[in-house]
């Protein structure tokens, strides 16, 4: 396979959470393309796996969606160096309460690959102590405890469409799905 060669990269925007950038590239055909570029640290998420099996579900305003979603609780990076598995530990107590000890690495998933660069890594938490939530001043969650099933058939029907989220119920379906049946 011929390789596309970048020429040039340019930053349009600089943000909170991403960079914008403008890519100049050429195509092995000898064609000069321009692709949108955004890069993005990287995200923590974790799949909370309570002693009865269910899951911990976090609900929430998206305003890119103008609506309410339910997702794994997740959130980026505090740094390009901090190791995920840390901010995967913080994660969970921020955003649902409880914490772990005991996070195992389920997935990995590369969130829209063609024009993004966000890498999150996604765990499982087991053994939860009860804490309390940490959220910041913009966030508002609530935390919603789910069965494996009804996540499962909430994918089928269309009805959870956040791609970490259902990667991590799919692969953890997968991976664990017979254990509390």
Not at 24 to 33: D, F, K, R, S
Not at 138 to 162: H, I, N, Q, S, T
Request: hydrophobic content about 40%; overall charge negative.
């Amino acid at each position: 396979m011929e390789v596309v060669k970048r020429l040039k990269r340019e930053l349009k925007y600089s943000g909170a959470l991403i960079d914008i950038y403008s890519d100049t590239v050429e195509l092995p055909n000898g064609h000069i393309a321009h692709w949108d570029y955004i890069h993005h640290d990287g995200a923590a998420a974790v799949v909370p796996v309570r002693e009865d099996g269910k899951i911990l579900m976090v609900r929430q305003f998206r305003n890119a969606l103008d609506r309410e979603t339910l997702e794994i609780p997740a959130g980026k990076v505090d740094s390009p160096d901090e190791p995920k598995i840390q901010c995967a530990y913080r994660e969970l107590e921020e955003e649902t309460g409880y914490r772990s000890d005991n996070l195992e690495f389920l997935i990995s998933v590369n969130t829209t690959v063609a024009f993004l660069d966000e890498l999150i890594e996604i765990y499982v938490a087991r053994d939860l102590v009860p804490t309390h939530q940490h959220l910041d001043e913009d966030e508002f969650v609530d935390v919603v405890p789910m069965d494996l099933d009804e996540l499962c058939r909430m994918v089928y029907a269309g009805e959870l469409r956040d791609g970490k989220t259902v990667a991590a119920i799919m692969a953890y379906k997968a991976k664990y799905g017979n254990e509390n049946n």
